[in-house]
C-alpha cells in the first residue's frame, strides 16, 4: 500500500535530523516545505520534498494519489495524558460547580473521582472498551495519532487490573498507538479513609505484580495533591512502579503547589502534567531534568485553574508539552485542536510553540518520539489533511472549528 500526497500547500513540522523534543527557543522553530509532496509506504513515512524538486513516481502498483492543493499536511497530534476509560458521565457535578460547589468540595463530598469509581466498578470490560472505542475513535477524526490512557476510577484490586486489561484490548483494537499507565493512586477509597498506608500496601504489594506479570502498564502515576498523596507518598509508590518496570509520570502541582514536580523530578519521570502551581523553585529543577512539562488547558479551563506559568519556562529554556486530560471530571474533552487553541489564546504560546507542544513533545512524553510527533522519513505514517486553510496559524486561530478533512493512521486513511 502506497500513498503520494502532492501539491501539499504547507508541510508541517518536516525533520531532516529527527529530534526527541524541542526546548526553549528553539520551541518557536517549526519547518515547513510550500507546495511540497509526501510519499507513504506501507505505515512510514517514506520520502518528502517540494513539488518542484519531484522527479515522479517509477512504480504505479497499489498507489493512491491524494492531492492536497491548498490544505496542510501536519503529522498527527500526540495526547500524552487521558483517562478515556471511564463508565457514564459527571455532567451533575459540572452543574453544581456552576452554582458554586468547588471541584474540592464536590470530591469531599464522595464525588468527583470517588463518583467515576463507583460507576466503573458496575461497568463490564466489555462495555468500558466499547465506551473507550468510541471516544478513541472520536479523538482519531480530530486528528490524535497516539494517545497514553490511565486507570484511576478503579482504586480496588479488582476495577484498577480491569481497566488495565481494558486499555490493553484497547491496544488490539484502535489503529493509534497507545500507552498505558497505572494510576491506583488517584485517589483514597472511602473504604481506606483511615488506612492509607494499607492502601498503598495494596497497590505496591498486590496490583504492582499483576500488572508487572501480565504487562499492563508502561508507565506509573500518581496524584500528588492536598488531600489525596503526599509528595513522600509519591516517591515511595514511583520507586515501586520503576521496580516493576514502570516509568513514573506525575499529576503534580494542579491545585496547589504540593511538591510533585520534585518528586517527579527525583525518582526520573518521564513527565510531571498540570503544573498550574510550579514556582521558580521547580522552573530551576526541571532545567537539570529530562522530565517533560506538560500542560493540560482543557483541564484548567474547564475548572477554573490558574494558568501555569508557560512563557517563564519556556524563557527558562524548559520544553513543554500539551495534553489534552480527556477525562469526566476536569475535561470531557480530547480535543487537541482545542488545546492547541488554548495554548495560543490563554498562555500565550506562539502557533509554533503549541504545536510542537502537541507533537514532538507530546510524543517525548510517552516515550514515541522516535516513532511519531513529526514528518522525517522511517517514521508512522500518522498524519492528516486539514481543509483548505491558509496556514498553519488558522489551526489555533480558529479555535473549536473542525478543520481536518483526511486522517492516515499507520498509512491507511481512516
Ligand atoms: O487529571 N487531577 C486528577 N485527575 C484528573 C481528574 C479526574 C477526575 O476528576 O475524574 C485530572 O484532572
Ligand atoms: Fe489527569
Same mark, same amino acid.
Given at each position: 500500500?502506497?500513498?503520494?500526497?502532492?501539491?501539499?500547500?504547507?508541510?508541517?513540522?518536516?525533520?531532516?535530523?529527527?529530534?526527541?523534543?524541542?526546548?526553549?527557543?528553539?520551541?518557536?522553530?517549526?519547518?515547513?516545505?510550500?507546495? %511540497?509532496?509526501?510519499?507513504?509506504?506501507?505505515?512510514?513515512?517514506?520520502?518528502?520534498?517540494?513539488?518542484?524538486?519531484?522527479?515522479?513516481?517509477?512504480?504505479?502498483?497499489?498507489?493512491?494519489?491524494?492531492?492536497?492543493?491548498?490544505?496542510?499536511?501536519?503529522?498527527?497530534?500526540?495526547?500524552?495524558?487521558?483517562?478515556?476509560?471511564?463508565?457514564?458521565?459527571?455532567?451533575?457535578?459540572?452543574?453544581?460547580?456552576?452554582?458554586?460547589?468547588?471541584?474540592?468540595?464536590?470530591?469531599?463530598?464522595?464525588?468527583?473521582?470517588?463518583?467515576?469509581?463507583?460507576?466503573?466498578?458496575?461497568?463490564?470490560?466489555?462495555?468500558?472498551?466499547?465506551?473507550?472505542?468510541?471516544?478513541?475513535?472520536?479523538?482519531?477524526?480530530?486528528?490524535?495519532?497516539?494517545?497514553?490512557?490511565?486507570?484511576?476510577?478503579?482504586?480496588?484490586?479488582?476495577?484498577?487490573?480491569?481497566?488495565?486489561?481494558?486499555?490493553?484490548?484497547?491496544?488490539?483494537?484502535?489503529? +493509534?498507538?497507545?500507552?498505558?499507565?497505572?494510576?491506583?493512586?488517584?485517589?483514597? #477509597?472511602?473504604?481506606?479513609? *483511615?488506612?492509607?498506608?494499607?492502601?498503598?500496601?495494596?497497590?505496591?504489594?498486590?496490583?504492582? #505484580?499483576?500488572?508487572?506479570?501480565?504487562?499492563?502498564?508502561?508507565?506509573? $502515576?500518581?496524584?500528588? *495533591?492536598?488531600?489525596?498523596?503526599?509528595?513522600?507518598?509519591?516517591?515511595?509508590?514511583?520507586?515501586?512502579?520503576?521496580?516493576?518496570?514502570?516509568?513514573?509520570?506525575?499529576?503534580?502541582?494542579?491545585?496547589?503547589?504540593?511538591?510533585?514536580?520534585?518528586?517527579?523530578? *527525583?525518582?526520573?519521570?518521564?513527565?510531571? $502534567?498540570?503544573? *498550574?502551581?510550579?514556582?521558580?523553585?521547580?522552573?530551576?529543577?526541571?532545567?537539570?531534568?529530562?522530565?517533560?512539562?506538560?500542560?493540560?488547558?482543557?483541564?484548567?479551563? /474547564?475548572?477554573?485553574?490558574?494558568?501555569?506559568?508557560?512563557?517563564?519556562?519556556?524563557?527558562?529554556?524548559?520544553?513543554?508539552?500539551?495534553?489534552?486530560?480527556?477525562?469526566?471530571?476536569?475535561?470531557?474533552?480530547?480535543?487537541?485542536? /482545542?488545546?492547541?487553541?488554548?495554548?495560543?489564546?490563554?498562555?500565550?504560546?506562539?502557533?509554533?510553540?503549541?504545536?510542537?507542544?502537541?507533537?514532538?513533545?507530546? %510524543?517525548?512524553?510517552?516515550?514515541?518520539?522516535?516513532?511519531?510527533?513529526?514528518?522525517?522519513?522511517?517514521?508512522? %505514517?500518522?498524519?492528516?489533511?486539514?481543509?483548505?486553510?491558509?496556514?498553519?496559524?488558522?489551526?489555533?486561530?480558529? /479555535?473549536?472549528?473542525?478543520?481536518?478533512?483526511?486522517? +492516515?493512521?499507520?498509512?491507511?486513511?481512516?
Amino acid at each position: 500500500m502506497k500513498i503520494l500526497i502532492k501539491n501539499i500547500k504547507q508541510l508541517v513540522q518536516v525533520e531532516i535530523n529527527p529530534q526527541l523534543k524541542v526546548a526553549g527557543k528553539d520551541m518557536k522553530n517549526l519547518s515547513c516545505i510550500n507546495y %511540497a509532496w509526501l510519499a507513504i509506504e506501507n505505515d512510514k513515512i517514506a520520502g518528502f520534498g517540494k513539488m518542484d524538486d519531484w522527479e515522479g513516481i517509477s512504480d504505479w502498483t497499489d498507489l493512491t494519489i491524494i492531492d492536497a492543493s491548498d490544505k496542510l499536511v501536519l503529522p498527527c497530534w500526540c495526547d500524552s495524558h487521558t483517562h478515556i476509560v471511564y463508565a457514564g458521565s459527571r455532567e451533575g457535578e459540572f452543574v453544581d460547580r456552576i452554582n458554586g460547589l468547588t471541584y474540592e468540595d464536590i470530591f469531599q463530598r464522595g464525588g468527583g473521582i470517588l463518583n467515576s469509581a463507583k460507576k466503573l466498578h458496575d461497568a463490564s470490560e466489555d462495555e468500558l472498551v466499547e465506551s473507550a472505542m468510541l471516544r478513541l475513535n472520536e479523538i482519531m477524526l480530530q486528528g490524535t495519532g497516539a494517545v497514553e490512557i490511565k486507570s484511576g476510577y478503579g482504586l480496588s484490586f479488582e476495577s484498577e487490573l480491569k481497566m488495565l486489561r481494558v486499555i490493553k484490548k484497547l491496544k488490539t483494537l484502535s489503529p +493509534i498507538t497507545i500507552k498505558a499507565t497505572f494510576l491506583g493512586a488517584h485517589a483514597l #477509597p472511602i473504604e481506606y479513609k *483511615e488506612r492509607k498506608g494499607d492502601y498503598i500496601k495494596l497497590l505496591i504489594n498486590e496490583i504492582m #505484580p499483576v500488572i508487572a506479570e501480565e504487562q499492563l502498564a508502561d508507565y506509573c $502515576d500518581v496524584f500528588c *495533591e492536598q488531600n489525596y498523596f503526599t509528595r513522600e507518598e509519591t516517591i515511595e509508590i514511583l520507586s515501586a512502579g520503576k521496580k516493576y518496570g514502570m516509568a513514573p509520570k506525575v499529576h503534580a502541582e494542579q491545585l496547589s503547589n504540593s511538591g510533585g514536580t520534585l518528586a517527579g523530578i *527525583e525518582v526520573g519521570a518521564i513527565s510531571v $502534567d498540570h503544573i *498550574e502551581f510550579v514556582g521558580d523553585t521547580e522552573i530551576k529543577a526541571l532545567q537539570n531534568s529530562k522530565t517533560m512539562p506538560t500542560i493540560l488547558p482543557g483541564a484548567a479551563f /474547564f475548572l477554573n485553574l490558574p494558568f501555569p506559568p508557560a512563557r517563564k519556562m519556556i524563557g527558562a529554556g524548559l520544553p513543554i508539552a500539551v495534553a489534552s486530560d480527556y477525562n469526566p471530571g476536569s475535561c470531557p474533552s480530547g480535543n487537541m485542536n /482545542f488545546m492547541v487553541s488554548l495554548c495560543c489564546i490563554q498562555y500565550k504560546m506562539t502557533p509554533e510553540e503549541a504545536i510542537n507542544a502537541a507533537t514532538i513533545n507530546s %510524543a517525548y512524553a510517552m516515550d514515541l518520539s522516535k516513532t511519531h510527533g513529526s514528518i522525517a522519513v522511517g517514521k508512522q %505514517a500518522n498524519i492528516f489533511i486539514t481543509k483548505e486553510i491558509p496556514n498553519y496559524s488558522f489551526i489555533p486561530y480558529s /479555535f473549536g472549528n473542525t478543520l481536518i478533512e483526511t486522517v +492516515i493512521i499507520n498509512g491507511e486513511i481512516v
